[in-house]
């Protein structure tokens, strides 16, 4: 079975400043990798690197087998991003947004596929509200459906529950967790131990750009992760 991710020594370099120094990494389908590190550690660019936002400055990924390099539209159609920028239009309605994003991905039977995408996450009965006037809970499931509407076969997360209240935390988990029962791969980059324990496969904590500690299986239970977690930073500091 081909691996959803396989990164081999990422480096990146912002100008003369090493953000990552030789990361690895294996993701396969239908497992979630959590990232965990303190800020500046290389989590969000990492992900931007897995996501073809940026080019690493060395290093080799290649998804289901294939390189990057000659398959850039092949890969792109297989990744869903969900990034700090919520990539919605404020002024469209939650409709007008996935049906926006479907023509651009050249998605057929547009009405169908948005209006499941919005009963899935909750937001049938908000169609037709400007995202301006959803909460954020609200825009960020909406983000959600806009990152998984070409169907993808790999999710992209940065911080997904951040400022979602309670229901809206419940409701983004479970679905995060049906689509991972599915078969879609998740790489999520989260400080919640919380989050992460109810996710993830496997954690790489980072520090100064390198993978510093790996944990996975019975150190993932909330309690150990935490002191995992916590016990990491303690060290990295």
Known sequence: MNLAIEAHQIQHTYGVQPVLRGVDLKLAPGQALALMGANGAGKTTLLRILATLIRPSA???????????????EVRRRLGVVSHSLWLYPDLTAAENLSLFARLYSLTQVSE??????????????????VRSLSR??????????AWLHEPSILLLDEPFTGVDAASFAH???LL?????????????????????????EVLFLHRGQVASV???????????????QAFLAEAA
């Not at 290093?59 to 539209?73: F, K, M, Q, T, W």
């Not at 809970?137 to 806009?146: F, I, V």
């Not at 944990?215 to 977690?229: I, R």
């Open 59 to 73: 290093g080799e990924i290649r998804y289901y087998d294939a390189p990057l390099s000659g398959n850039e539209l």
């Open 172 to 174: 983004i988990l479970e």
């Open 215 to 229: 944990l996975s299986g019975e150190d993932l239970a909330e309690a150990q992760l935490q002191a995992g977690y």
């Open 137 to 146: 809970g609200m825009q960020q499931r909406l983000t959600l459906a806009r």
């Open 113 to 130: 596929r948005v209006a499941r995408a919005l009963e899935a996450v909750g937001l049938a009965a908000q169609s037709e509200i400007r």
């Open 177 to 201: 967790r049906q689509k991972k029962q599915s078969g879609l791969s998740l790489v999520l980059v989260s400080h919640s131990v919380a989050e992460v324990s109810a996710l993830a496969d």
